[in-house]
């Protein structure tokens, strides 16, 4: 159909407008996975490829669905950077449930509860969004 907002409406490519959208699906889940990261006490590296993030955050956790996970959302986060055509984007929601679960299972109360009342992740977003990027002494995510 060509209804108003729709891309072939638009003479869009409707295949276009759903890789799109699992890029955007893509970065999401990968900014949430970082986010998680940096919530349970995991250092980021900022040189490292989502790969490689992926790999040595799977590498701490148990083999299983959370390492599995984290490396699915590693691959699919550099294909929607890459690739012409992203990853779909069915499983990254499950992936980034798997690895909150194993990092709050690994972690100690104090983390826990730091991680759910005041994430340091929400601080470093403020922190980021109060100080202008020359006056930083630390990098952006």
């Given amino acids: 159909l060509g209804l108003p907002g729709r891309p072939e409406a638009l ?3 409707p295949a276009e407008a759903n890789a799109g959208a699992a890029r955007r699906d ?4 990968w900014t949430e996975m970082l986010d998680l990261m940096v919530d349970f006490g995991v250092p980021l590296k900022e ?14 956790l148990a083999p299983g669905p959370a390492a599995d996970g984290a490396r699915r959302l590693g691959q699919a986060e550099e294909h929607a950077r890459y690739a012409r055509r992203p990853w779909p984007a069915e499983a990254l929601a499950s992936s ?6 194993a990092l709050v299972g690994r972690a100690g109360r104090w983390i826990r509860l730091r991680a759910a009342l005041l994430p340091p992740s929400v601080i470093r977003r403020w922190r980021m969004a109060m100080v ?9 995510p």
């Fill in 47 to 60: 040189s490292e490829t989502p790969r490689a993030t992926a790999n040595r955050l799977a590498a701490t």
């Fill in 96 to 101: 980034v449930l798997e690895v909150r679960a």
């Fill in 132 to 140: 202008p990027a020359r006056f930083r002494r630390w990098p952006e």
């Fill in 26 to 29: 893509a970065h999401e889940a």
């Fill in 11 to 13: 003479g869009g490519d």
